[in-house]
């Protein structure tokens, strides 16, 4: 009598589904109720699941089919579920069953509905944990029980996506990336001899809390190793003789029969040194534990970052790895938190640009300021200087920064963080609402974050930005191509200032020169239009690396629209126009000729010039250049 019982009962949960079966088991359903939603489920197109059918009928809520799935869990596979709830369809469960098939049963549906695409890990992550009522965790960002850690080999953790956050009187809280996978509980179970209360997270989640803990273990107190013997000897010294440098990036590039590092000191790369191929992957593991990153992953480009200190040194490392044919190439950019903030008057703007920057675009009421350039230009620290200027108790200043570079006092500064789905469209949306005066958009990127400006400058505040064109010009055409509005464009934008690092003369081996005519003629010239100027060259010494340049200068344009150029911008008129409009009526001077300006005070080189800066008209005589910028 009990196998019959046991054969009524296996036949009717093939017929209706685990889910359904237990909803009728637990008293949520009738026979009367799933009937019905059967004849309504034949009449639909495309066709539903037959629970979405009767969650619709309101037979059941979402409540009780997480009672019924509780209740029965143990006897409920992930795959089964994910279609029975409507997730994924039957031929997705059962292609993903083939694979697991024919790859010998090692992984496990849901990483196999994943890589096929079938389902994204967020949406089955929270399915799981809304369904089967399992708390969801984030491991990385909860300060985990080192104890409970310590009692397993780490490599357990990696290899099963799972780890314990901490004791809940005489339980222990372990999140898992699988709460249904019945091994890896009972696993979890034996090694710490107490009963479990099951979280769910993601995999990733998990790898990086397994990283963060493995680098905690492994601190050393003692003062950093700089060798050229072991791993974490050269991968210091690379780093800490890059800080000392005050180098911007650090590139470790593999190559056919060794590795080479190359730093980007003021803003030109040198290469330091070569070395063994067979140890590029030892320190790519090193970099990448250092920098939480996930150090089994080699076939995917990877991005992260971590605090650096040693002795007066604090700098951010931001990381990112690239796949290439011969092995991961890894690039630093080293941030130096030590630097102090530029003051806006120490920008190097000559005085007449400096004091119609002041009045016209960082004093006024409202507006949109916009920075641009290239990366490694200076933008962020132009916009860094003007937010420490603006910054007095009678303003409410807000930002919204991908990430926070320079934390300063007085303001509300949001570094945007994907992984907590703090997106820019998010942030965006809601800035206006903490009653600002200044808003700064940390970079603007698309359609959305163009139109939150001028909308924003449009309702009486002030915008500070940046952006990514050759010249002032440039972002007003890009806007248009944006698709925002000509009207809002001509109506918004107070300043739009371009800028550039230029590498300055080392003043301890600078001597002074003539122009030839090769030069002149590189530079538009053909007579006397230098006159005025002293110009120098470094010769190359130990102070310079033998280059003749030491540290850089910002070279700016600063475009201050009047009612000619606003009348231009909203007829759609072309580059070209608006910048022989804007040189005629706003006395706009070129990056090329604030360069020349720059030379001509024995601060760069022509040669500098000609290798950095656009030249997109042919450049005013000298003395009308000195007329426009004063000084």
């Known amino acids: 009598m009990d196998r019959d019982t046991d054969l009524k009962n296996s036949a009717a949960k093939e017929k209706l589904g685990k889910v359904i079966f237990y909803l009728l088991k637990e008293n949520h359903l009738t026979k009367e109720n799933i009937n019905y939603a059967r004849r309504i489920q034949k009449k639909l197109q495309p066709p539903k699941p037959l629970l979405e059918v009767l969650k619709e009928l309101e037979y059941v809520n979402d409540d009780k089919i997480t009672q019924a799935i509780k209740a029965n869990r143990d006897s409920l596979k992930v795959g089964t579920l994910l279609v029975e709830l409507g997730h994924i369809t039957r031929k997705d469960l059962d292609d993903a069953l083939r694979i697991q098939y024919e790859g010998g049963g090692k992984k496990k549906i849901g990483d196999i509905l994943i890589d096929n695409r079938a389902i994204d890990e967020k949406s089955l992550v929270e399915m799981l944990s809304l369904q089967m009522g399992f708390p969801f965790l984030e491991p990385e960002f909860l300060e985990l029980d080192p104890d409970l850690f310590q009692q397993v080999p780490y490599k357990l953790f990696m290899q099963n996506k799972f780890i314990p956050i901490k004791k809940e009187g005489e339980k222990i809280l372990v999140a898992f990336s699988d709460p249904l996978h019945k091994p890896t509980i009972d696993s979890a179970r034996g090694i710490f001899k107490k009963e479990i209360v099951i979280a769910i997270s993601k995999k990733d989640s998990i790898d990086f809390a397994i990283q963060k803990m493995i680098r905690e273990q492994n601190k050393d107190k003692k003062p950093l190793t700089m060798d050229d013997e072991s791993i974490v000897g050269i991968v210091n010294t690379i780093i800490i003789n890059a800080i000392r440098a005050k180098a911007s990036d650090i590139h470790i590039e593999p190559m056919h029969d060794r590795f080479r590092v190359r730093l980007r000191i003021d803003g030109i790369l040198h290469h330091i040194k070569d070395y063994s191929k ?105 916009v860094y200087s003007c937010i420490d200027f603006l910054n007095t108790p009678e303003i409410s200043i807000i930002t919204a920064e991908d990430p926070v570079e320079y934390v300063i006092d ?35 990127r698309d359609f959305f974050s163009a139109d939150v400006a001028v909308q924003a400058a449009l309702t009486g505040h002030q915008v500070l930005s940046t952006f990514h064109t050759e010249d002032s010009i440039g972002a007003l055409v890009r806007l248009v191509n944006m698709k925002v509005e000509p009207f809002l464009i001509s109506s918004t934008i107070n300043c739009v200032l371009a800028q550039r690092l230029l590498r300055k003369i080392c003043p301890n081996c600078r001597k002074k020169y003539t122009p030839g005519p090769t030069e002149m003629k590189l530079l538009g010239y053909h007579g006397g239009e230098l006159s005025g100027g002293t110009f120098y060259k470094g010769e190359g010494c130990s102070h310079c690396r033998h280059s003749g340049y030491s540290g850089r200068i910002a070279v700016h344009e600063m475009l201050l629209p009047d009612e000619h150029v606003r009348d231009a911008v909203l007829k759609n008129a072309t580059s070209h ?41 042919p450049p005013r005589p000298l003395a009308e250049v000195k007329r426009l910028l004063g000084g």
Do not use: W
């Open 278 to 382: 067979d140890i590029m992957p030892l320190i790519a593991s090193r970099i990448k534990i250092l920098t939480q990153l996930d150090i089994a992953e080699k076939r995917r480009h990877q991005g992260g970052r971590i605090d650096f200190q040693f002795g007066e040194y604090k700098v951010d490392l931001r990381v990112s790895t690239y796949v290439t044919v011969h092995g991961e190439k890894i690039v630093f950019r080293i941030i130096n938190k030590m630097d102090k903030l530029l003051r806006v008057e120490d920008l190097g703007m000559p005085p007449r640009m400096l004091d119609s920057f002041i009045t016209r675009a960082l004093n006024a009421p409202s507006g949109v300021t916009i920075v641009t350039g290239p990366t490694g230009s200076g933008k962020t620290s132009t």
């Open 410 to 444: 007085g303001i509300g500064q949001c570094s945007i963080n994907e992984k907590l789905n703090l997106t820019f469209e998010e942030t965006l949306r809601h800035i206006v609402r903490q009653d600002p005066d200044i808003i700064v958009i940390g970079e603007i």
């Open 577 to 617: 126009e608006l910048r022989q409009i804007s040189i005629n009526s706003t006395g706009l001077v070129t990056l090329f000729e604030s360069g020349i300006y720059k030379a001509s005070k024995g601060i760069t080189t022509i040669e500098e010039i000609l290798r950095c800066l656009p030249r997109l008209v």
